[in-house]
């Protein structure tokens, strides 16, 4: 693989600003025209399937082509397996965008571009490719069987309104978690309306609980819609005579006018006046004749099937299908909104805030400031925390990050920043000023740094979770943001998380969060990231010494997470192209391709940046795709695209080998200097080479610190415990074996946890870091 080199400060010219509602849309749709083009699963691999599977069916009903009356019911189930086999088709659908709902959701939650104009530019070329499909399901059954081409032209838009409702069907059930169900939930949804179609079941034998699901059944308006349009285009059916003719044949042995064989005269006088049969069918029974036009034979299969239906209006039965799939998308479009929608941040602890800073503020600027649900969420965590529990040590912590000196130490808050200063503004927030401030933050450009004080987070766990430790707790934080909030499933009781962490990232270096499993990591960059896990997070964070807000985060922040998950079809290329296009809309073309080729050749993606990225369900023709390594610091690159303040990464190196790890942190560490930009990550187990890319170390046990600065001063801190390191020993590795309850004893892990907030107050001596002075452009 290419060395990787740093960005270089050309890429930060200009301050980020997101491309307008239209100019996304356009964008988005041209994105999502090339993959419905290279994508397989969305579009192409169908059309291929869907003309496969009925050109199979219409050799099935090759004799059909005989316009007869013992083909007139063949020919009626030649048009339901027709229009079943792209609806099957459409279960794909459900695991394509299952699959991409990753990738969509971190793009919206960045500010990539907004909800809407995703769902109107996909929602435009599938109304495209729906004709596609239509054209596809029917070409093969025009071209075997002879279907009259004078149809053609009405059936392919009525076909393509039914496909358009169902991929909508689809799409819905792509919300579902498992990807199994869903694909189950869409099979049992097409196989009812499949079963009130209109060909198994009439609409008076379905008894009135059951009746909404025959109205609510696209398959049934298109189905009697297509029959309709093909029946009545269809040249005369042999077989059949008018009641008024006699073939010459006849005359001569005298058997015309009222001189019919009983059976045929029996035919000739089945008619009423809301059918007027009129036809005959020498030699045949009267449910063996069908008639000799198209109306007359769907008046006629209309006794035994509601698919087929002479009064059925085509263009309303459209309209009703395609009012179903405006209907069906709007659902879709109001679940994908919740999902896409961030967490909100942790609640500020006001009240150790306001004492820290002497003084209370009154209670309508608390309204004001964090508002009913921030407030609701403080008070039950107040509520929980019982008479004996001391304040919070907001107090402490803010004396102790602001009170470390700067001489010859390594600052944890340094003094243009302090961390008291960010716990006022927590305490004395204006909504109306809000605004100016992170306009300046966004364009100034100038390095911040991300301030964590007394972070904790509390969950409610059944009893058997809770009996299960902090594995049992995990596995209830995960189930829980699956649940709504106020379903609770036997007793439960509150577990907690996290539990005071303080930390801070400075500009220019990369703080790595250690622990070993349930330490807590996960959660603590889930609420860095305002992810939703089910839970009440409660803490101050700042960026710059301001909240970080749900739109600060979306302006300021990236995030590159454990899973790399790319549009499989694009390469790293065109992911930068389009990145860069919604990112930077105010880039000159020229411009755009010089940042382009500077994020290449920073990430060292310049030998395979028109290699498309591949997945696992979508494997790309000629082997590869991007390797971990590269698709690793392809994620970075687009988040570099954003010109962030602040970047977090979850477990950048993991699945990855030894030396691709060392050198996605070395390439870490080098971006953080020369761009100037913050960076935390959370890390498993960091071998020795990983642990020299770090500047700073968070270490985290049982949801508690067990130590926070210098990663190079770790060894002389744990000498202070008592625990020197091994001569040649990693430190990582050294340090999780002492917190690992798993593997020590827990008393000596307390005795660490509780030995960290008492040393903690005194510097922690280390080298100077030297970083870039002056704003960055």
Same mark, same amino acid.
């Not at 039914?162 to 196989?191: D, K, N, R, T």
């Not at 309204?367 to 040590?393: C, D, H, M, Q, Y």
């Given at each position: 693989?290419?060395?990787?080199?740093?960005?270089?400060?050309?890429?930060?010219?200009?301050?980020?600003?997101?491309?307008?509602?239209?100019?996304?849309?356009?964008?988005?749709?041209?994105?999502?025209?090339?993959?419905?083009?290279?994508?397989?699963?969305?579009?192409?691999?169908?059309?291929?399937?869907?003309?496969?599977?009925?050109?199979?069916?219409?050799?099935?009903?090759?004799?059909?082509?005989?316009?007869?009356?013992?083909?007139?019911?063949?020919?009626?189930?030649?048009?339901?397996?027709?229009?079943?086999?792209?609806?099957?088709?459409?279960?794909?659908?459900?695991?394509?965008?299952?699959?991409?709902?990753?990738?969509?959701?971190?793009?919206?939650?960045?500010?990539?571009?907004?909800?809407?104009?995703?769902?109107?530019?996909?929602?435009?070329?599938?109304?495209?490719?729906?004709?596609?499909?239509?054209?596809?399901?029917?070409?093969?059954?025009?071209?075997?069987?002879?279907?009259?081409?004078?149809?053609?032209?009405?059936?392919?838009?009525?076909?393509?309104?039914?496909?358009?409702?169902?991929?909508?069907?689809?799409?819905?059930?792509?919300?579902?978690?498992?990807?199994?169900?869903?694909?189950?939930?869409?099979?049992?949804?097409?196989?009812?309306?499949?079963?009130?179609?209109?060909?198994?079941?009439?609409?008076?034998?379905?008894?009135?609980?059951?009746?909404?699901?025959?109205?609510?059944?696209?398959?049934?308006?298109?189905?009697?819609?297509?029959?309709?349009?093909?029946?009545?285009?269809?040249?005369?059916?042999?077989?059949?005579?008018? $009641?008024?003719?006699?073939?010459?044949?006849?005359?001569?042995?005298?058997?015309?006018?009222?001189?019919?064989?009983?059976?045929?005269?029996?035919?000739?006088?089945?008619?009423?006046?809301?059918?007027?049969?009129?036809?005959?069918? !020498?030699?045949?029974?009267?449910?063996?004749?069908?008639?000799?036009?198209?109306?007359?034979?769907?008046?006629?299969?209309?006794?035994?099937?509601?698919?087929?239906?002479?009064?059925?209006?085509?263009?309303?039965?459209?309209?009703?299908?395609?009012?179903?799939?405006?209907?069906?998308?709007?659902?879709?479009?109001?679940?994908?909104?919740?999902?896409?929608?961030?967490?909100?941040?942790?609640?500020?602890?006001?009240?150790?805030?306001?004492?820290?800073?002497?003084?209370?503020?009154?209670?309508?600027?608390?309204?004001?400031?964090?508002?009913?649900?921030?407030?609701?969420?403080?008070?039950?965590?107040?509520?929980?925390?019982?008479?004996?529990?001391?304040?919070?040590?907001?107090?402490?912590?803010?004396?102790?990050?602001?009170?470390?000196?700067?001489?010859?130490?390594?600052?944890?808050?340094?003094?243009?920043? !302090?961390?008291?200063?960010?716990?006022?503004?927590?305490?004395?927030?204006?909504?109306?000023?809000?605004?100016?401030?992170?306009?300046?933050?966004?364009?100034?450009?100038?390095?911040?740094?991300?301030?964590?004080?007394?972070?904790?987070?509390?969950?409610?766990?059944?009893?058997?979770?809770?009996?299960?430790?902090?594995?049992?707790?995990?596995?209830?934080?995960?189930?829980?943001?699956?649940?709504?909030?106020?379903?609770?499933?036997?007793?439960?009781?509150?577990?907690?998380?996290?539990?005071?962490?303080?930390?801070?990232?400075?500009?220019?270096?990369?703080?790595?969060?250690?622990?070993?499993?349930?330490?807590?990591?996960?959660?603590?960059?889930?609420?860095?990231?305002?992810?939703?896990?089910?839970?009440?997070?409660?803490?101050?964070?700042?960026?710059?010494?301001?909240?970080?807000?749900?739109?600060?985060?979306?302006?300021? $922040?990236?995030?590159?997470?454990?899973?790399?998950?790319?549009?499989?079809?694009?390469?790293?290329?065109?992911?930068?192209?389009?990145? =860069?296009?919604?990112?930077?809309?105010?880039?000159? !073309?020229?411009?755009?391709?010089?940042?382009?080729?500077?994020?290449?050749?920073?990430?060292?993606?310049?030998?395979?940046?028109?290699?498309?990225?591949?997945?696992?369900?979508?494997?790309?023709?000629?082997?590869?795709?991007?390797?971990?390594?590269?698709?690793?610091?392809?994620?970075?690159?687009?988040?570099?695209?954003?010109?962030?303040?602040?970047?977090? =990464?979850?477990?950048?190196?993991?699945?990855?080998?030894?030396?691709?790890?060392?050198?996605?942190?070395?390439?870490?560490?080098?971006?953080?200097?020369?761009?100037?930009?913050?960076?935390?990550?959370?890390?498993?187990?960091?071998?020795?080479?990983?642990?020299?890319?770090?500047?700073?170390?968070?270490?985290?046990?049982?949801?508690?610190?067990?130590?926070?600065?210098?990663?190079?001063?770790?060894?002389?801190?744990?000498?202070?415990?008592?625990?020197?390191?091994?001569?040649?020993?990693?430190?990582?590795?050294?340090?999780?074996?002492?917190?690992?309850?798993?593997?020590?004893?827990?008393?000596?892990?307390?005795?660490?946890?509780?030995?960290?907030?008492?040393?903690?107050?005194?510097?922690?001596?280390?080298?100077?870091?030297?970083?870039?002075?002056?704003?960055?452009?």
């Amino acid at each position: 693989e290419e060395v990787a080199r740093p960005p270089t400060r050309a890429i930060m010219t200009r301050p980020p600003r997101r491309a307008r509602q239209e100019a996304q849309l356009w964008i988005l749709l041209r994105r999502h025209a090339l993959l419905a083009l290279r994508e397989p699963m969305l579009y192409t691999g169908r059309l291929g399937l869907i003309l496969s599977a009925n050109a199979f069916i219409s050799m099935v009903y090759f004799h059909t082509r005989e316009q007869v009356q013992e083909q007139v019911v063949y020919r009626l189930y030649l048009f339901a397996f027709t229009l079943v086999v792209p609806l099957v088709f459409h279960a794909v659908v459900v695991v394509a965008l299952n699959n991409e709902f990753s990738a969509i959701r971190r793009e919206i939650k960045e500010g990539m571009y907004g909800p809407l104009p995703y769902v109107l530019a996909t929602t435009a070329v599938q109304a495209a490719m729906a004709f596609a499909l239509a054209v596809c399901s029917l070409l093969p059954a025009y071209a075997i069987t002879l279907l009259p081409w004078s149809s053609f032209p009405v059936a392919v838009p009525v076909v393509a309104a039914m496909l358009v409702a169902y991929e909508c069907l689809a799409q819905l059930c792509s919300h579902v978690p498992s990807v199994l169900l869903g694909m189950v939930l869409y099979l049992i949804a097409f196989l009812i309306t499949f079963l009130f179609s209109g060909l198994f079941v009439k609409q008076s034998a379905v008894h009135y609980p059951l009746r909404p699901l025959l109205l609510a059944s696209p398959m049934r308006l298109g189905y009697a819609a297509f029959s309709k349009v093909v029946f009545e285009a269809s040249p005369p059916y042999g077989g059949a005579l008018e $009641c008024e003719d006699c073939p010459i044949a006849l005359r001569i042995f005298g058997r015309c006018g009222n001189k019919l064989p009983p059976e045929e005269q029996l035919q000739c006088d089945a008619q009423t006046d809301e059918f007027p049969r009129g036809f005959y069918c !020498p030699g045949s029974t009267i449910l063996q004749c069908f008639g000799i036009t198209g109306d007359q034979i769907l008046r006629t299969l209309s006794f035994m099937y509601d698919a087929a239906d002479a009064d059925c209006d085509v263009y309303a039965a459209t309209a009703k299908m395609l009012l179903m799939a405006l209907a069906l998308k709007l659902l879709y479009l109001s679940v994908f909104v919740l999902r896409c929608r961030a967490g909100d941040p942790p609640a500020p602890r006001l009240h150790g805030a306001a004492r820290a800073l002497g003084g209370t503020p009154p209670p309508s600027e608390l309204r004001t400031t964090i508002g009913r649900k921030t407030l609701a969420r403080v008070a039950s965590v107040e509520r929980a925390t019982p008479p004996s529990t001391p304040p919070p040590s907001s107090e402490r912590t803010s004396a102790r990050l602001s009170s470390r000196s700067t001489e010859g130490s390594h600052v944890v808050a340094p003094p243009d920043s !302090p961390a008291a200063a960010a716990v006022a503004r927590f305490a004395s927030f204006d909504p109306a000023a809000r605004r100016p401030s992170m306009d300046r933050l966004r364009t100034n450009r100038t390095p911040y740094e991300l301030t964590l004080l007394d972070c904790s987070y509390d969950i409610r766990v059944s009893e058997a979770a809770a009996a299960g430790g902090r594995h049992g707790a995990r596995r209830a934080a995960s189930l829980q943001s699956c649940l709504p909030s106020t379903l609770c499933l036997g007793s439960t009781r509150p577990k907690q998380l996290l539990r005071d962490v303080s930390a801070c990232v400075r500009a220019g270096h990369v703080l790595a969060v250690l622990g070993p499993s349930g330490a807590g990591k996960t959660t603590l960059l889930s609420m860095l990231t305002l992810e939703r896990r089910g839970g009440v997070g409660v803490g101050d964070i700042a960026l710059g010494g301001q909240p970080l807000t749900t739109e600060a985060y979306r302006r300021h $922040c990236a995030v590159v997470q454990q899973q790399d998950h790319h549009w499989a079809c694009l390469s790293a290329r065109d992911h930068l192209r389009y990145a =860069l296009q919604l990112y930077r809309p105010h880039l000159r !073309p020229s411009e755009r391709r010089a940042a382009t080729e500077q994020l290449l050749e920073a990430t060292g993606l310049v030998g395979c940046q028109h290699t498309r990225a591949g997945s696992a369900l979508v494997p790309i023709t000629g082997g590869g795709g991007l390797s971990s390594g590269q698709r690793r610091r392809l994620s970075l690159a687009i988040a570099l695209t954003k010109q962030p303040s602040m970047i977090f =990464l979850d477990e950048p190196t993991s699945g990855l080998d030894s030396a691709a790890a060392a050198k996605i942190m070395h390439f870490l560490k080098v971006t953080a200097k020369q761009t100037n930009i913050p960076i935390l990550c959370t890390i498993h187990q960091p071998s020795a080479s990983v642990y020299e890319g770090f500047d700073d170390v968070l270490v985290l046990a049982a949801g508690r610190v067990a130590y926070f600065g210098a990663a190079a001063q770790m060894g002389r801190y744990l000498e202070t415990l008592g625990t020197p390191l091994p001569p040649n020993a990693n430190p990582a590795e050294f340090i999780l074996d002492l917190v690992n309850a798993d593997f020590t004893d827990a008393a000596s892990v307390h005795a660490i946890l509780a030995e960290w907030p008492r040393r903690s107050q005194r510097p922690v001596q280390r080298a100077p870091v030297r970083i870039e002075s002056g704003p960055r452009r």
